[in-house]
């Protein structure tokens, strides 16, 4: 039958490999069996085994203890991180008092953080040219690497198409998605020899001040566009209420949704 995807497996291996005895049919695609018979194949270990801790927050109680701020420390939560870096320009912020309560949830450098819940499998990788202390929710998983490999390495492959087969497998729940820690430990990472590793770390950090320069310009380049056009210090009308004739509105637009007709979009024109 065309499209049909079927696959036979001995029950002594399914529950040597499956400690939860998963028996729906996603977590055995050929595509991810495929790529784990790859990744055995090789000399390998698990991020459990290469890592010398994976915490996520501590008791959900401390919680009711937290009151975010306009400023202080960054505490990042999964919609932060994407693209394999962080985004600080919408985290939230918690004081110093809050910061030593979380203390199981703080951020080192070269730490890896996965999102745990979601948007499943975003991982990124805590620069040291950050401004530390910074913190981070119970939905993202805390990776310390050991010494014996390198974290940027590591790093790139939970980003590349084997390790992110691996944490789409993984991935439970019926309406919103998760993983759990202990499934983050059995990720399968290939040993691969030291100078590699170094040449894939070299090439993450270019990576990431490429990035930055890039966004330094791109900010250059906006606000040159928005002193040009006199728009720099504009502020939107706040309001949310219009009121057009037919001759102004849907006979020329045929557009009848309330959003296209906000004042803030009229005084933008008005403005350039």
């Not at 499209?3 to 490999?17: N, P, Q, T, Y």
């Not at 950050?130 to 050991?146: F, L, T």
């Not at 087969?165 to 993983?179: D, N």
């Not at 250059?220 to 509105?249: C, F, H, R, Y």
Request: glycine fraction near 4%; proline fraction near 2%.
């Amino acid at each position: 039958m065309d499209g049909l995807e079927a696959v036979e497996i001995k029950l002594s291996v399914l529950k040597k490999e499956n400690k939860v005895l998963r028996l729906d049919s996603d977590y055995y695609k050929k595509e991810y069996l495929m790529i784990l018979s790859q990744l055995r194949a090789k000399k390998h270990d698990t991020i459990g085994k290469v890592s010398n801790d994976i915490k996520s927050f501590g008791a959900y109680s401390l919680c009711n203890d937290v009151k975010y701020l306009d400023n202080g420390i960054p505490f990042l939560r999964c919609v932060n991180i994407k693209n394999g870096k962080v985004d600080f320009s919408d985290v939230l912020y918690i004081s110093e008092e809050a910061n030593k309560l979380l203390w199981k949830s703080e951020v080192k450098p070269k730490m890896l953080l996965l999102t745990m819940s979601g948007s499943i499998g975003n991982v990124a990788i805590a620069q040291e040219n950050w401004q530390y202390p910074v913190n981070s929710n119970q939905d993202i998983a805390k990776i310390e690497i050991g010494e014996e490999i390198n974290a940027y390495y590591v790093y790139a492959f939970l980003n590349s198409r084997y390790g992110q087969k691996q944490l789409s497998r993984e991935q439970v729940g019926s309406v919103q998605q998760h993983i759990f820690m202990w499934q983050i430990a059995e990720l399968i990472i290939p040993w691969v020899s030291t100078t590699f590793q170094k040449n894939i770390e070299n090439a993450v950090r270019a990576a990431f001040e490429l990035a930055q320069e890039s966004d330094e310009k791109y900010k250059q380049a906006e606000k040159l566009l928005l002193d040009e056009i006199g728009v720099t210090d504009w502020e939107p009308n706040a309001g949310n209420t219009a009121e057009k004739k037919l001759s102004q509105s849907f006979a020329i637009t045929g557009r009848l949704d309330a959003e296209y007709y906000q004042p803030k979009y009229d005084d933008l024109f008005e403005k350039i």
